[in-house]
C-alpha cells in the first residue's frame, strides 16, 4: 500500500489557499482593529466572531458535503462556489473605513469561509487509507504551512513596500491560482475509486464490540480536550503575536518593532512548520500519533517558556524555529488519529468534531487571553497563558488509548 503523493500534494491546494488567508487575518486585522479599539479584551471577542462562525457552520457543511452528489465530487462544490467569493471579500478588508465596514466585510468573508473549510480537510480522510493518513495530512499541512510561509514573509515584505493593502491584494489572488489547480487537476470520485473505497464499507466497524466502543468514545473525549487545550495556546499566540511585538519588542536603536517585523518574526515559525511536516507525519507512522504528538507538546511549552525570559529577537527567532518542528508534531497527527476512531461514512461528522473544538478554542482563547491581558497590561503573560494550555493537552493526551493507525485499511 503506497500513498498517492501527486493526489495528495494537489487536495493541499485547497488548504493553501485556507492558510494564505487565515494567516493575514490573524496578523493584520487586529492592528486594523486597534485603530477603533483601545481593548484587547474587545478586539480578542471580535477576532472570536470568524470562529463563531466555523464552530456553527463547519459541522453543517461538512455533514452536507457527505450527502452531496455531483460530477464534480462531494465536496468540490463547495470551494469551488466558496473560495472565489472568499477571495474578492478578503481583498476588500484593508479598504474598509470604519468599524462597522470593517465588520461587514469580515462576517462576509468568514461566513463563507466556513462553507467550504470542512469540505476541503474531509477531502484527504475520504481518498486516503488509514495507515496512510498521517504521511497525507503531512502533506497537506505542508501545503498548508507553505500558505503560512507566503503570509508570513511575502506578506511583511509586501506590507514594508506598499503597507496593509498590498498583501491583501497578493493573498486573495494566489487564492484563485490555487482554487484553478484544485478545478483543473481534482477528480474526487476518481481518486476515491483508484483508492478501493465504497460507501458501505464499514466490515471491520461492525464487529466491534460495545466495550470496545466504549473505551473508543473515551479516547475520542480525552482526544477532543487535548485538541481544545493545545489550540487554545496556539491561538493566542497567533492572534496576539503582532500586537506583542509591536508593544514589547525594541530594536537596536531602541524603536518599537512593526507589523511587518511580527510577521516575518513568525515566519520563522512557519518555515520549520512547513519543512517538518512531512518527516512528522512519517514519524507519526513509525513511533506512533500518540508518542509523536506528546513529544511536540512537551517541545513546545518547554520552548514558550524559554520566550518568558528574553526580548532578543535573535533568540526568539531561534525558538520559534525550533517550535514550529514540535507544533508540526503535534498538528500533523490530531486530524488522523481522530477520523481513525470513525467509520467512512462518519469522516465528516468527525472531521465536524475536530473543528468543533479547535474553534471552540479559538473563541474561547483570544477572550480569556485578553481578559488577563487587561488585567495585568503586559503581554508578556502571552508566553505563561500558552505553555499552561499546551500542558493540560499533554495531560489529556495521557488518557488517549486509540486512534494509531491501522496495520491494514480499516475501510
Known sequence: MKLNYKQTFLIGFGFFASSVAWSMYNVHVPTLLEKYLESTFLIGIIMTFDNIFGVIFQ????????KTRTRFGRRMPYILIGLPICAVAFSLIPFTWSLATL????????????????????????ITPPPLRSKANGIINFMGGLGSLFSFAVGGILFKLGGVPLPFIASSVVMLLALLVLKLFVHEEKYKEAAGFEDNAEADQKAVDDGEKSKKTASLIFLLFAILFWFCGYNAVETFFSLYVINTLKDAAGNYLTEGDASLLLAFFSVTFLFF????GFIGSKIGRKKTIMTGLAGVTVLFIVMVFTGN?????????????????????SLPMVVELAKWKDIGKYTGYYYFFSFSAAII???????????VQNYDVLFI???IAFALAFISMIFVRHGEAKKTAAN
Open 59 to 66: 459541522p453543517l457543511f461538512g455533514t452536507l458535503s457527505d
Open 365 to 375: 482563547s483570544p477572550i480569556l487571553f485578553g481578559w488577563i491581558r487587561d488585567l
Open 277 to 280: 511536516s512531512i518527516p512528522a
Open 313 to 333: 529577537i535573535w533568540v526568539l527567532r531561534v525558538l520559534l524555529f525550533l517550535g514550529g518542528a514540535f507544533w508540526a508534531c503535534v498538528n500533523i497527527n
Open 103 to 126: 465588520m461587514g466585510v469580515v462576517i462576509i468573508f468568514n461566513f463563507v469561509m466556513s462553507t467550504w473549510r470542512a469540505p476541503v480537510v474531509a477531502l484527504m480522510p475520504d
Open 385 to 387: 497563558y500558552a505553555p
